[in-house]
C-alpha cells in the first residue's frame, strides 16, 4: 500500500520521512536527500525546532508544493489553548515557509485539549491545514475528543514496532476510520532489533534487511510509516519496501516479538534534556 486516503478524501503517502531529533541544518540536507529519492511525505514539529531546515529543503528541491504531503504538530498549550493554538500554526507555517500544512497533529492528550481541537478545526475550515489528527492519544483520550467535537481525527500517531505492535490499536483504528501511524517504527535501534535472530532471518530469506522488512510488516498491517536517518544509503533503502510481500509464516514469527508494553519512557534523561534545550 503506497497511499491511504483519510477520512476527509484526501490522499497521504503511507511512507514519510521524519526528522525527529535532527538538527535544523542536518535536517536540510536530510529532506533534500529523502525528496531525491522520492518520498514525497515529510514529518516534523514545532518541538522539533526544524520546520525552518523541512521548509529550506522543500524550497530548494524545486518540486510543486502540491507534491509534497507536510505534517507539523502542535506542542501543549497550557494556557488560552484556543488563541495560542491558532498563533502556533502560523508560527509553525511561518518557520516552514508555506501557505498550509497537509496534516496539523496534536502532538500530546495535554494542556487545554479540547479548545485546542477547537481551534484545529476552525483552521482546518480556514485551509491553513488540508487535514487534522492526533498524536500519541489512548483509545479513552481519542474517544473523548470524538464524542465532543465535530471532526473525527484522520491520524494517530503513536509507538508501533515489532517490540509493540498495538493489535488492538489498528483494529480500533480502523473500525473508526483513523489511519495509525507508527513513530519510532524502528525502536529507533533498542534490544539490538537490527541484529535479532528471527527478524534477521526473514531479511535473508527476502534477500531485504532488517530495516525493510520491519517497515513492510507495518506497511502490510495497514501503519503508515515515517521512518528517519540522515544516511543516505538507509534514505533510499526505507523507501524500497515494495518489491516483497511478508508470508503468515513471516507475520507469525513477527508477533512472538511484541511485548505489548510502551518502550520508550517519556522521563528518560535524554528526552527531558532534549524537552528542556527546546523550552529554553
Known amino acids: ?38 518520498y514525497r511525505l515529510l514529518d516534523t514539529a514545532a518541538i522539533y525546532a526544524n520546520e525552518a531546515g523541512v521548509g529550506r529543503a522543500i524550497k530548494a528541491s524545486g518540486i510543486p508544493r502540491e507534491d509534497i504531503f507536510v505534517t507539523t504538530k502542535l506542542w501543549i498549550q497550557r494556557k488560552n489553548g484556543y488563541e495560542n493554538t491558532r498563533k502556533a500554526l502560523e508560527d509553525s507555517l511561518n518557520r516552514l515557509n508555506l501557505d498550509y500544512v497537509d496534516l496539523y497533529l496534536m502532538h500530546q492528550p495535554f494542556g487545554d485539549v479540547h479548545e485546542q481541537w477547537r481551534a484545529m478545526e476552525d483552521l482546518y475550515q480556514a485551509g491553513k491545514t488540508r487535514a487534522i489528527g492526533v498524536s500519541n492519544f489512548h483509545r479513552d483520550r481519542l474517544m473523548d475528543l470524538i464524542t465532543c467535537h465535530e471532526i473525527v481525527p484522520a491520524v494517530n500517531q503513536i509507538e508501533t514496532h515489532p517490540f509493540y505492535q498495538r493489535a488492538s490499536e489498528i483494529a480500533f483504528h480502523k473500525e473508526l476510520g483513523i489511519v495509525q501511524q507508527a513513530w519510532a517504527p524502528l525502536a529507533e535501534g533498542k534490544f539490538e532489533i537490527f541484529s535479532n535472530p528471527i527478524l534477521t532471518a526473514i531479511a535473508q530469506k527476502h534477500r531485504k534487511s532488517v530495516a525493510q522488512v520491519i517497515l513492510r510488516w507495518l506497511n502490510q498491517r495497514g501503519v503508515a510509516i515515517i521512518p528517519k536517518s540522515v544516511n543516505t544509503q538507509r534514505i533510499i533503502e526505507n523507501r524500497e519496501i515494495f518489491d516483497f510481500t511478508l508470508d503468515s509464516e513471516d507475520l507469525a514469527q513477527i508477533a512472538t516479538l511484541n511485548r505489548d508494553e510502551i518502550i520508550f519512557d517519556h522521563r528518560d ?6 524537552l528542556a534545550e527546546y523550552r529554553g
Not at 534523561?269 to 532534549?274: C, F, G, S
Request: neutral net charge; hydrophobic residues 40%; proline residues 5%.
Open 1 to 38: 500500500m503506497k497511499s491511504v486516503k483519510l477520512n476527509n478524501g484526501i490522499d497521504m503517502p503511507m511512507v514519510g520521512f521524519g526528522v525527529y531529533q535532527v538538527s535544523d541544518e542536518d535536517t536540510e540536507k536530510a529532506v533534500l536527500e529523502a525528496l531525491k529519492a522520492g
Open 269 to 274: 534523561p535524554n528526552r527531558v534534556k532534549w
